[in-house]
T-cell receptor, first 114, second 115 residues
Framework: GAGVSQSPSNKVTEKGKDVELRCDPI?????LYWYRQSLGQGLEFLIY????????KSGLPSDRFSAERTGGSVSTLTIQRTQQEDSAVYLC????????????FGPGTRLTVT | QKEVEQDPGPLSVPEGAIVSLNCTYS??????FMWYRQYSRKGPELLMY????GNKEDGRFTAQVDKSSKYISLFIRDSQPSDSATYLC???????????????FGQGTILTVHP
């Protein structure tokens, strides 16, 4: 079946602009996660959704970052007033059950802030 | 100090060699231990997971967890050029609390297997 998909695959934006990154999880997966992968920082957890609610937002680096999930499926990560330090690969993962350690990752969105 | 430490390498071995990849961690709450493989410009792919201490084998791959030493390993036997990738260890705490499901990753080890 289809895996996790993310769009766009690449995004170049100017400093100060807002961006939206989209994630389509595997059908039927109730848990959804966003991570960020950057040089020097490795892969960092951002936010976790169970259904449409986000019980763990502890990894969001600032209030410029927000995320939502609708219909228990698609999720959008929004970064407002982008900064150069936001440049990274943003990865989405989904899992069949809550707290699933078997997380399946999408290909990521490579964000470059100029 | 990071919660999970992993030697970034790079590690270069000849085809057919046995590869050993390792991570250490400091958080005793970690109960689930995973290894992911990531090819260039792709998302991480789950290779193996284990719960608590012990060994798990899957084909050429063996994962070991020693909770008393807070140390995990992945062994690759008869390594192939197609195994060339970045290998990431990841860990998760037990059920309950807000950490449920959150993975904490090591920095990743870059492995090259040359023919």
């Amino acid at each position: 079946g289809a895996g996790v998909s993310q769009s766009p695959s690449n995004k170049v934006t100017e400093k100060g602009k807002d961006v939206e990154l989209r994630c389509d999880p595997i059908s039927g997966h109730t848990a959804l996660y966003w991570y960020r992968q950057s040089l020097g920082q490795g892969l960092e957890f951002l936010i976790y959704f169970q259904g449409n609610s986000a019980p763990d937002k502890s990894g969001l680096p600032s209030d410029r970052f927000s995320a939502e999930r609708t219909g228990g499926s698609v999720s959008t990560l929004t970064i407002q007033r982008t900064q150069q330090e936001d440049s990274a690969v943003y990865l989405c993962a989904s899992s069949l059950v809550r707290g699933g350690y078997e997380q399946y990752f999408g290909p990521g969105t490579r964000l470059t802030v100029t | 100090q990071k919660e999970v430490e992993q030697d970034p390498g790079p590690l270069s071995v000849p085809e057919g060699a046995i590869v050993s990849l390792n991570c250490t961690y400091s958080n005793s709450a970690f109960q689930y231990f995973m290894w992911y493989r990531q090819y260039s410009r792709k998302g991480p792919e789950l290779l193996m997971y284990t719960y608590s201490s012990g060994n798990k084998e899957d084909g050429r791959f063996t994962a070991q967890v020693d909770k008393s030493s807070k140390y995990i390993s992945l062994f690759i036997r008869d390594s192939q050029p197609s195994d060339s990738a970045t290998y990431l260890c990841a860990m998760s705490a037990n059920a309950g609390g807000t950490s449920y499901g959150k993975l904490t990753f090591g920095q990743g080890t870059i492995l090259t297997v040359h023919p």
